[in-house]
């Protein structure tokens, strides 16, 4: 047995207001130095969860361990895991320095080591300079890397962070993806992340936690993620998706054989990402992403093909969004190459490996 | 100051407590509402309510050992007397008035500082017209004094000019307390009507004269209903105020004009022992004024859902 | 139209400008007069009235008593207005409703009346008329400007900003100390200067609290009933312009601080799901 006790855990924390359950019996393991995100939707209970860790909302059961010690019934001011706000929430009465050594100051840090510790900060963050400026004379992106440190600074067990790029712009968000990334590597901070942008998730996180109506659905590395949806809220919230209703004919022998659009669809069962055990007469979805469909049919077995009418083409440059129209009525997405598409095609086949496919039990 | 705050935090009791009060929602109301509900009972409720049931005792104070009688004559002699009952219709009168004037002069004034004067200039002259707010009332009659007496400065004006008949008697009547009055009383019309013609788009206006509607259509079609709250929420104000105007009557109104508020004034001034009477009128001056305020709102409001229809 | 807003409605601002100015001008220049009873016209001048009111013992305690008056008061109605104001913050509905009618009520009483209920008041509680009576009834009537004052910046105020300071390690009364106060101080210095001035020119609460001692404006009240001199209009004139010079001060101080720097911090709002 290893003793790495994880950064934080959650066991089966629950929280209601009224009829609303809005975290419903969530557990998670956070392990140290991971870049961790919750991904969901607004609404979906990844800020409440946030605030139930620091100690601002209370569970109504279940419990949090931050490196191994309960600190469920912890006062806020007195929980080792730090915040930053969506909305930065710096003090403006109070200079960048003052903001950042606050945390300090609360542990009873002298001044000279506050200070010391604030200027460490503020060279992480690449403000060297800004120390004495208030809040209100900083850009958004300053602002946002001043919260950043302030929250660094009282050396938390985890930091959290609440939709922190959310009132960015997109150049900037970018910017700032990257930057918080390189500070999360550099400190070796266990970093939990929240966001509804599945983008950000994906680019910046070790695991991602995908949320939906207070329950985490699937925790993974973002590309099994985006590969291995377990479900289907997973697959199209996570990405584009093609969704296909499917009902299984049979399994045997590592294949299993769905009905799929009037036709059959052999496909490994490997790619059955949910569900134990599939049998024959069970419904399931398969699901495709848009740049897995390739133009033409060629003689390759283990792929599955689509035949239907262009009935909207976008071209974004590198890139060109074809929505094919099946025989069933059914839409189809699909993310080509510009080469790969003849100028006024009106009818197309495309085919799928269906080693890139997946299929989602249902239920 | 903070680091003895943290400091403190050592000390384990306190840690003890501030844990409570941090996970006990509560607690932390209990302690936030404990001052506000003494306060509000103490200052806002029980005079209020010792007013009231003081006007029904047969004399106060109560003897020691005697039991309370209770009486409804003070409430009747408001209605026994033409001289409580005409003071009181007089104080109705004159508030009224006074709150008409008021907004007639000053409605001109806030339209010209929110809609007319140059927009940079606005807020200065606001300021020039609040400076003299912050003068007293006292201080105020007494200028109004100087202004109007028989050798102040607009008879010595007067006579310098050659007017025949000077000096005018101009002082201590309705006309001189009506001047002083509404000196008091316009600042607490400008703000709430500047505020509300401050909010009317000007495009408004310009889109009204672009359809050919004349000036006084612009003025009573938009204008008026636009700035229709400033114009109840200044009146209940100086209404009020003027209704419980004690100095300035005595200062520069007649003798022979006694106001209501004066009248319950001078009930106290007198010994203890009459304050059942004094409380019983002041209990039908707020009451009346209260509920006139109240029906003047209502009507108001009714008005406008009914032209909007 | 034209000729209304160009000539008519600035002839009638400029004149409303000159009678609000005009009496006060007409009573400064009258304390100027060289004679013991106020007349016009003014033959000959002197400043004697103005250095003589300023060792008037009568006056100078009376001046004494109400600025003792106005700190008092202020002090309590700003200790209690705050805790009033963050129970209003955090009601809602129709109790948010009930509490705000209940605390400004005093406003809308007849003047006369709520002098008159708290004179009874402090009777049965046993409390003296005098200077602490006094500030009781001034505190009672500027409570309701100071929760005004306070709530409008309050509203202003990041729920998340007091969850910062409290997820950093500030307990409440560090967030009270450190955060919200410091945070509410520009409204707290306004109520503080508004109260001030509210207590100073208070005229019938003074006249019913008070005991034996007048505050200014009493004294001048009961002089003026009495018959006039120069020296009033003197006084009258210095204490006018003090308290206007102090009123604009407030005027401009509360003005600059709600346009000034607070706005700029909200940057997205704080909905939580």
């Known amino acids: ?363 | 100051m903070t680091r003895l705050l943290v400091s403190l935090r050592s000390f384990a009791p306190y840690r003890a407590m501030l844990e409570l009060y941090s996970r006990s929602p509560l607690l932390r109301l209990c302690l936030v509402a404990i001052i506000p509900v003494l306060w509000i009972g103490a200052t806002n409720i029980a005079p209020l309510a010792q007013m009231v049931e003081i006007s029904f005792y047969e004399q106060y104070p109560v003897r020691q050992g005697e039991p309370i009688e209770w009486t409804l004559r003070h409430y009747a002699a408001f209605f026994e007397r033409s001289l409580y009952i005409t003071a009181f219709v007089r104080s109705f009168v004159f508030a009224s008035l006074a709150t008409v004037i008021t907004l007639v002069v000053v409605f001109p004034v806030a339209f010209y500082i929110s809609k007319v004067a140059p927009k940079h200039t606005s807020t200065r002259l606001l300021l020039l017209v609040i400076a003299p707010f912050w003068v007293s009332e006292i201080i105020r009659s007494f200028a109004w004094i100087v202004m109007l007496a028989n050798r102040g400065a607009v008879n010595s004006f007067l006579s310098m000019i050659g007017l025949p008949g000077t000096p005018f008697e101009l002082l201590y009547n309705n006309i001189s307390l009506t001047i002083g009055v509404v000196y008091l009383t316009s600042l607490y019309m400008l703000l709430p009507l500047y505020a509300a013609l401050e909010k009317i788009d000007d495009n408004l206006l310009e889109a009204a004269a672009n359809l050919g509607a004349p000036a006084w259509q612009r003025f009573t079609r938009i204008v008026l209903p636009l700035s229709r709250e400033g114009i109840v929420a200044g009146c209940t104000l100086v209404f009020l105020l003027v209704i419980g105007l004690y100095a300035m009557p005595q200062l520069l109104g007649g003798p022979n004009n006694t106001l209501f508020a004066a009248t319950i004034g001078q009930i106290f001034a007198k010994a203890g022992d009459s304050w059942p009477l004094g409380s019983a009128f002041s209990i039908i001056l707020t009451g009346s004024a209260l509920a006139y305020v109240g029906l003047f709102i209502a009507l108001f409001q009714r008005r406008r859902r009914g032209g909007s229809a | 139209m034209n000729l209304i807003r160009r000539m008519a409605l600035p002839g009638l601002f400029w004149l409303f400008v000159a009678y609000l100015f005009l009496p006060l001008v007409v009573m400064a220049a009258m304390g100027f007069r060289d004679s013991n009873f106020v007349a016009f016209p003014i033959q000959s001048w002197t400043t004697q009235w103005y250095r003589d009111v300023l060792f008037d013992r009568d006056i100078l305690a009376s001046l004494w008593l109400s600025a003792q008056v106005a700190v008092l008061s202020t002090v309590i109605s700003i200790l209690v207005g705050l805790p009033v104001a963050f129970l209003t913050a955090r009601t809602s509905g129709l109790l948010r409703g009930a509490l705000v009618a209940l605390v400004v009520l005093p406003a809308f009483l007849p003047v006369v009346v709520s002098a008159i209920a708290l004179r009874i008041f402090i009777g049965r509680i046993g409390l003296e008329t005098g200077m602490v009576a006094i500030a009781f009834g001034h505190a009672v009537a500027s409570m309701p400007f100071v929760v005004v004052m306070v709530l409008t910046r309050l509203n202003s105020m990041s729920l998340n900003m007091t969850d910062a300071a409290r997820n950093l390690g500030a307990d409440e009364v560090i967030v009270l100390v450190r955060i919200v106060l410091p945070y509410l101080s520009p409204a707290l210095l306004g109520a503080f200067m508004f109260c001030m001035l509210l207590s100073f020119e208070d005229f019938v609460r003074s006249f019913f609290l008070g005991g034996f001692e007048q505050t200014f404006p009493v004294l001048l009240f009961s002089r003026l009933r009495f018959g006039f001199d120069p020296g009033l209009a003197a006084i009258s004139t210095i204490i006018l312009i003090a308290t206007t010079g102090f009123g604009l001060y407030a005027e401009r101080f509360i003005r600059s601080r709600r346009l000034g720097r607070d706005t700029s911090i909200s940057a997205t709002g704080n909905t939580h799901d």
């Not at chain 1, 009282?154 to 997109?170: C, I, S, V, Y």
């Not at chain 1, 095609?345 to 495309?350: A, F, G, L, R």
Request: aromatic share 4%; charged share 20%.
């Open chain 1, 1 to 363: 047995m290893t003793d790495t006790v994880p950064a934080i855990e959650l066991r089966n924390i629950s929280k209601a207001y009224g009829a609303l359950r809005v975290i419903d019996d969530v557990s998670l393991r956070v392990d140290k130095g991971v870049f961790i995100t919750l991904l969901g939707p607004s609404g979906c209970g990844k800020s409440t969860l946030l605030r139930t860790i620091v100690g601002l909302s209370q569970p109504d059961s279940g419990a949090i361990l931050v490196d191994g010690q309960d600190i469920t019934q912890a006062a806020a001011h007195n929980r080792p895991v730090k915040m930053v706000f969506q909305d930065y929430a710096l003090f403006p009465h109070m200079t960048v320095a003052q903001n950042i050594g606050f945390g300090c100051e609360m542990q009873g840090m002298s001044r000279a080591a506050t200070a010391e510790r604030c200027r460490e900060l503020l060279e992480l963050i690449r403000l060297p300079d800004l120390g004495g400026r208030y809040p209100d004379a900083l850009s958004g992106g300053q602002r946002q890397r001043i919260a950043l440190a302030r929250a660094l600074a009282p050396d938390p067990a985890a930091l959290l962070l609440d939709e922190p790029l959310g009132a960015l712009d997109l150049k900037l968000r970018q910017d700032m993806q990257r930057e918080l990334k390189s500070i999360q590597r550099r400190t070796q901070k266990t970093f939990v992340f929240v966001t509804h942008d599945q983008e950000e998730a994906m680019s910046m996180s070790d695991l991602v936690a995908v949320m939906n109506k207070g329950r985490i659905e699937q925790l993974d590395t973002p590309q099994n993620i985006y590969a291995n949806p377990v479900s289907e809220f997973v697959a199209s919230f996570v990405g584009a998706a093609n969704l296909f209703p499917a009902r299984v004919a049979a399994v045997e022998g590592g294949k299993a054989r769905l009905e799929v659009e009037g036709s059959e669809w052999v496909v490994p069962t490997h790619r059955i990402t949910s569900g134990d055990g599939l049998k024959a007469g069970d419904g399931a979805t398969v699901v495709i992403r848009p740049e897995a469909l390739t133009a033409g049919a060629s003689r390759a077995t283990n792929r599955i093909r689509l035949t239907g009418k262009v009935t909207e083409q976008t071209f974004f440059g590198d890139r060109v969004h074809l929505h094919l129209s099946l025989a069933s009525g059914q839409s189809v997405l699909i993310d080509a190459r510009p080469q790969a598409v003849q100028a006024g095609t009106e009818e197309m086949t495309v085919e799928c490996a269906t080693e890139d496919l997946a299929v989602i039990a249902n239920g």
